[in-house]
């Protein structure tokens, strides 16, 4: 059973960090396409970042270029998102997604406020 659980997410200021992790289990995720997304209130669920099978590349959203960095451990076999210099605009339900198996994480609420 494939099963993708998001955690990280929480109430950071302007400027701060995160980084959100996705654990999968039921597949491997080194030799899987995987992605983040997020979706706020009222708006469509967007792409973030995402990266290919083997982690060959990775492609970004304009808005979080340079600040965010996808990646995975995969002795731990979780994606993460480094999430630099947050803006209030980063604020969403973020969600981990595998096309290969089109399987989606609950997600998890990132808020960026003063």
């Known amino acids: 059973q494939v099963q993708l659980v998001e955690s990280g997410g929480g109430l950071v200021q302007p400027g701060g960090s995160l980084r959100l992790s996705c654990t999968a289990s039921?597949?491997?995720?080194?030799?899987?396409?995987m992605s983040w997304y997020r979706q706020a209130p009222g708006k469509e669920r967007e792409l973030v970042a995402a990266i290919t099978g083997l982690g060959i590349s990775t492609n970004y959203a304009d808005s979080v270029k340079g600040r965010f960095t996808i990646s995975r451990d995969n002795a731990k076999n979780t994606m993460y998102l480094q999430m630099n210099s947050l803006k209030p605009e980063d604020t969403a339900m973020y969600y981990c997604?595998?096309?290969?198996?089109?399987?989606w994480g609950q997600g998890t609420q990132v808020t960026v406020s003063s």
């Open positions: 997604y595998t096309p290969r198996y089109d399987s």
């Open positions: 039921g597949f491997t995720v080194r030799t899987s396409a």
